[in-house]
């Protein structure tokens, strides 16, 4: 029964393993790491300190896993380190020392995965105390000595500093921990030595204690050291002065170099070995101290001597005879020594010399001349009495120029009314320069210019344009002056409001012309012109007049509207007057209408008689009746048309009778009939009541197209004598039949 179960165990783990492997996924997982400093995270030197990684891995049953665990300090691995089935590992410090301190940190990885811990700082304080080696305890002026400092048990980078009674006379950094320098002894005496060092950490740096003090005794350098000056240590300018400066015995220890030196001040005047001479004529300017120095090694010793020299003549004075000079003045130059030694020269025994950029002028002490630019330049002079010459300090002259005449300019335009600027400058001039502004002969203004490059400048107003010739200017310099000439410029006159002109009746297809004048105001003029219905110029033009015009060569009706001008110079701006103009019909485009309006009433006037013939000829048609004769020829026809006033009123009939008589051609009409009415309207309603004889006499005939009117007057009987068929009709919608009146 176990062994079963056990074959099944085994054979469910190969399966996992086969199905993992067959699916791609991972048979473990990190779940975490960390890491932890013991004993803890700040601690003292010498401690042993445990860097602990401790990792949390699932895995599938059965499956053995590699660890590689590796430890991270300040992100650099220090160690790793590889296991098996283990989920942690620690890393051993022994002794910890101050580099050992940073941040730390542990990664495990596995396979392909790993994963960082967070870090965990751990800090050790406290370093050992440098040891010092100094290679002598004893030493003498001029030796060199090695001292070493040591801290053996440290690590990290270093800087050493060796000191010397209490200063630091050495410094090195070095990645070892140990450091050694050469000190040259220099001084007598007990000399105290200690050193101490740094550790550099990350972003820190600890400071050991110092060293235990070495005391080391330093002996005089054994030596014999002179410096004479003969003959005296007080002389005069002239005389010839011996130096001398020597080594005696000198006790050194070992193969040291040595060095012997003639010194003022700090210029070396000669070297050598044991012995050294300087013979010179000494001047004012050898007066000092002068030294014997010699060098043995680092150690060096030396005697001094002070020597006075005592001036034989003064330096030179060069001097001008006036503080200011200007151009065709006349000046002098004078050299002379005011102090000299009356023991050893006389005063006629000082020679002068003038001289200017270096060439010699006089050899006297005295120079005239009268000035003029050629003259500026450095000038010096020269005494010279026993072979000794003495030269003067320099002497920059320069001759002062008169004033030029000045020149009037004005700063930006004269505009009649206001104020403005005048320039006054000259062109040559030594400073001050006094300008003045004159108006005709009065002085108006006064400025003085003190600096270079100065214009004055005076304000002004000019109220008409020929008094501007009046301004002048005056320029004056050390008591000499010119004036200008008259102010020549031009006067800008502001402009006065601007006219705007245009001609009378205007049509369509005009050539307009847009006058725009101004009655006064200075050229040149800019004249824009403007329509109301655009905010840009219809013309903007620059001219050297008082006037100027816009053409508009055809002018069209959609250009109705308001004109106006404006001009402008460098005064001001003006406004014109606002002009109205209205665009009228062309004259052929009035013809056409008006010929346009006739053709339309003409037409009109026909098309309404031809409506009322129309109109007329239907109710004719509707309101005859006609009359056919019972024994007339074929050709006679008579039409008679009552009107309806006549019959209404002469025999009250309430129906208009129409007859209407038909000849033919050739037959003859009476001509005895009454007035004809041509002009009675037409009878459209009668009703007969009685009929009463009609007159023959006023029957209307119709011959040819003309027709006659009568009043019917006669009888029945007379009807039937006519042998006419009346036939009555009534002009009604309900015609009755035809009606024989025959008797």
Known sequence: ??????????????????????????????????????????????????????????????????????????????????????????????????????????????????????????????????????????????????????????????????????????????????????????????????????????????????????????????????????????????????????????????????????????????????????????????????????????????????????????????????????????????????????????????????????????????????????????YTCKATAKSIQKESPGLVFKAKVLASQPVLSVMGKVILGRPFDICCHSENGSLPITYSLYYDEDVINTTTVQQPNTTAVFTATVNRTEFIWKFRCRAQNHGHGYMSEHLNVQVVVPLSEPQLLVAGDITEGDQVYLICSVPSGTPPITFSWYSSTTNQPLRRKVVHGNSNHHIIDSITRDMTGRYYCEAANAANQEKSNSVNIEVKLALWKKGLIAVSCLLAVTAAVIFGVVCFKAKRGKREMAAELSVKPASATPDDSVTASLSHDELYNKVRVDVGVSFRSERTPGSECSDQSGTALHHEPDVEYTEVVHPQPVDPARVPLKKGTDTVYSELQTSPRDLLESDDTVEYAKLNNDIPEPVDVSL
């Open 1 to 378: 029964m176990d062994t079963g179960l056990l074959f099944f165990l085994l054979l469910f783990i190969a399966w996992e393993d086969v199905h993992y492997a067959a699916y791609g996924q991972s048979s473990f997982i990190i779940n975490s790491i960390s890491v932890s400093i013991q004993p803890s995270a700040s601690v003292q030197r010498d401690t042993h300190v445990t860097v602990l990684c401790q990792a949390k891995v699932s895995s599938v049953i059965g499956v053995t896993l590699d660890y590689r665990f590796s430890i991270l300090k300040d992100e650099s691995e220090v160690f790793n380190g590889t296991t098996k089935a283990v989920d942690h590992f620690s890393y051993i410090i022994n002794q910890a020392r101050v580099s050992d301190s940073g941040n730390y940190r542990c990664r495990i990885s596995i396979e392909d995965q790993s994963k960082t811990s967070e870090h965990e700082s751990l800090r050790v304080t406290g370093l050992q105390t440098p040891v010092l080696l100094v290679s002598s305890s004893s030493a003498t002026e001029g030796d060199n000595v090695k001292v070493a400092c040591s801290a053996p048990e440290e690590r990290g980078t270093f800087t050493f500093f060796i000191f010397a009674d209490g200063k630091n006379i050495r410094t090195k950094t070095t990645t070892q921990n140990q450091a050694e320098v050469e000190l040259d002894i220099s001084r007598k005496g007990t000399m105290k030595l200690t050193c101490d060092y740094t550790v550099q950490l990350l972003g820190e740096v600890e400071r050991s204690k110092l060293s235990f003090e070495h005391a080391m005794f330093v002996q005089e350098l054994s030596l014999d050291l002179l410096l004479t000056i003969s003959p005296s240590y007080e002389v005069i300018e002239g005389d010839s002065v011996d130096f001398t400066c020597r080594l005696g015995r000198a006790h050194m220890h070992g193969q040291l170099s040595k060095t012997l030196s003639l010194i003022k001040d700090t210029l070396i005047l000669k070297s050598g070995l044991n012995v050294i001479n300087v013979n010179k004529n000494v001047l004012k300017s050898d007066s000092g101290e002068y030294m014997c120095k010699v060098m043995i090694g680092s150690a060096g010793k030396v005697d001094k001597k002070n020597l006075t020299v005592a001036e034989i003549f003064s330096q030179p004075i060069l001097t001008i005879s006036l503080p200011e000079v200007f151009e065709q003045d006349n000046f002098s130059l004078s050299c002379q020594s005011h102090n000299f030694s009356s023991s050893r020269i006389h005063n006629r025994d000082i020679r002068y010399s003038i001289f200017k950029d270096g060439r010699l002028l006089t050899s006297s002490g005295f120079f005239v001349k009268q000035a003029s630019s050629t003259d500026n330049g450095n």
